[in-house]
């Protein structure tokens, strides 16, 4: 990787009109210092000028020159980093940060594709305390019904939801201008812009429900409308969106709620200014007529300057929701034609069978009102197809979402309106071998050989497809094949590494992920792959060493924390071992092979230290390690109460606390006080007990984080 950076003031010269036509001196000075052949360098940098220069890149230019430049809290990148991100089908996206917005979940980065020098929106969520499972599954239906809605006028569009470091990232379209709600901020709009408006949210929710049936969007307000430079209205951010047949399950079945149609769970919420009122029950909440009621409220906010229901707490506005009629006569001061009003009033009743879920009727009666008052129609912005690259990304991302189907379907589409290129039958192949249809998969990537048999992402996806069916000599041959076409495509390294790994040919293994690691050293895929061809040939401290340099890029991967626990275990450090093992757990806790693992290591050190292990005690740890489950077998009260009797028996022995300080805390607040003193008492004998012995430190780690 090339780290070299240029100063400002480079920069600036690199751009100046004398240097593109023909500066050579300071090109050379500056392709010398990245390393690259002056005629590369120069080739490159020309083209991407009149990239930059070229007529409708005005995006680009405001893109680059964001002023969102501080950190964000949460934030896991920073305003001028790369972050690169590979694809199934070998695609590197080159992902530029230049701007960094915070929302309530999730940030939102303006990235530029340094290969296409075109901007987008990157979101992903925030790195703050919480469940990383559950944000990460709440992502994926955002993702999912993002892209399922396609490209709308008044939509934003999702152009792929991407994997990076195990954590989802959904990639939108990058919007120049500002947000509704700051343009409030300064005051009402006019009649005119308001209905203008109006009309454009409605047609958005109309949009959305004809294309998915059971939409609802969950938090419709200004803040979540976007106004394009030329002045057309956007509905985005789908976080709370929900429709039928699109599924998230709460990894905690206690705090799940069904919401949309019995198809259909996810959590509920909103933000309270624009909820409705039936939206603040404590029981699960029928959210089929919120949006409408939410439109209501945001289109009271356009037309008024000010929210029907204000007040300094929030106690106090979910009161009015529910009780208070709204402000009619505020509307009637700025002159709003009557039927909008009534409008208004209807979207804004208490009652869910007075209202209704159908946005068309909102539609046509604020498009008559411009009619009628200005002689007014809104226009419709055409609506510019997908190109084939767009709609492979999109594939991609639904069959990496796990519905392989819509990625079928995406590619047959486009197909059958485009004709059969390589490039969309390779895809194909790839989208039905990541969704375990090799059967499938073979016949499409033998269509694209046929087709054109000397491609790139040809060769990739059918080597795949061998892989998948166990082929793996063939397969080997059509990766050497795709790598004489693009030998430093790192998709393509690590995929023949990793097959090296299969076949035990672990000096090969090793020198095409060390070829992949020179060209980006912050891919974990390339240290996972030296790490476990050193564990392979008993190079331990260096898999060892090439593990915690994985685990660094991504600390979320749970099979990279039990990788590193065996290779602890190898090296006779079951001490390391044991946390590696339960960090991997709490990640993964499903993963298999994991909790076997950490018990056995955990026995090997109980009994090394001079303890017996007897039937209960076994019992005990292997209910310890099931605690991350949904289900493992009994209550938070009994599993304390069972850990309480094998910690007397025992003798109070402070090392069983390594073991179970990350079980007890998951259960810790879920107790009866009655338990929950008797854990304290017995914790407390404990810490006596450590106080005049010596103890290990993680033990004493772990009686910290347990009393914390």
Known sequence: MLNTRLSESKMERLSSPTILNGGSELLRLVSDRLGLRFSQFSSWFQDKSRQIRSLGNEDLVRAVLSNER????????????????????????????????????????????????????????????????????????????????????????TYAALSYKSRLLILTEYLSATSLDLRLKKG????????????????????????????????IKPGNCFTTSKGTLKLGDFGLASADGIRFRDPNPKNEYSVGSSDTSIGWGGTAGYMAPEMFDKTK???????????????????????????????????????????????????VPQPVMDLVERCLSKSLAERSSNFEWVENTLRQTLRDQFDFSVPI???????????????????????????????????????????????????????????????????????????????LAHSRVLIAGGDLDNAEEYLLKALLVQPNNCVALNLIGRLCLQTKQYGEAARYFNRSRILDATQTE?????????????????????????????????????????????????????????????????????????????????QRNGHSVNVRLARMLIRGTRIFTNNFGTSSDDFVIHFITVLRESNFNPLLLFFFDSSLAEVADGLNARVSQKLAEMLRIVFERCSSTVVPAYVLDSLGQILY
């Not at 790195?127 to 892209?147: C, F, T, W």
């Open 285 to 335: 909440p029928d959210r089929s007529n919120a949006d409408i009621y939410a439109f209501g409220v945001t289109l009271f906010e356009m037309l008024c300057g000010t929210r029907p229901f204000t007040a300094a707490s929030k106690e106090e506005i979910i009161e009015m929701h529910r009780h208070s009629e709204p402000p009619m006569h505020l509307l009637a001061l700025k002159g």
């Open 188 to 219: 009402s709009l006019s009649l005119k812009m308001a209905l203008s408006f109006g009309v454009q949210l409605a047609g958005a929710l109309l949009s959305a429900q004809k294309i998915l049936p059971g939409f609802v969007h969950g938090d």
């Open 70 to 157: 501080s950190p964000v809290e949460g934030a896991r990148y920073r305003i001028g980093e790369c972050i690169n991100v590979y694809q199934p089908n070998g695609e590197c996206m080159r992902l530029k940060i230049c701007g960094i917005q915070s929302g309530g979940f999730s940030n939102v980065y303006t990235v530029i594709n340094l290969d296409e020098m075109r901007p987008y929106c990157l979101k992903e969520n925030r790195a703050l305390p919480g469940d990383e499972r559950k944000k990460n599954e709440r992502l994926a239906v955002e993702a999912e019904i993002s892209l399922r809605l396609g490209r709308s006028p008044n939509l934003v569009t």
């Open 381 to 459: 912005d055409p609506i510019p197809e997908l190109n084939d690259k767009e709609i492979v990304r999109r594939a991609i991302s639904f069959a990496g979402l796990g519905n392989s189907q819509e990625a079928v379907e995406c590619l047959d589409n486009a197909i059958r309106l485009r004709g059969r290129t390589a490039e969309m039958i390779a895809s194909k192949a790839v989208a039905l071998t990541l969704g375990a249809r090799t059967d499938a998969a073979y016949e499409a990537s033998t269509s694209a050989l046929m087709t054109h048999a000397d491609s790139f992402v040809v060769f």
């Open 526 to 606: 390339t240290w996972e792959g030296i790490a476990i061809t050193n564990l392979a040939e008993g190079r331990i401290e260096k898999a060892i060493t090439s593990f915690q340099k994985a685990i660094s890029l991504d600390p979320r991967r749970s099979e990279l924390h039990k990788l590193l626990g065996d290779a602890y275990r190898a090296n006779n450090q079951p001490v390391e071992a044991i946390k590696s093992y339960k960090t991997s757990l709490k990640l993964a806790p499903l993963s298999k092979g994991t909790d076997r693992r950490l018990v056995r290591s955990f026995i090997g050190l109980y």
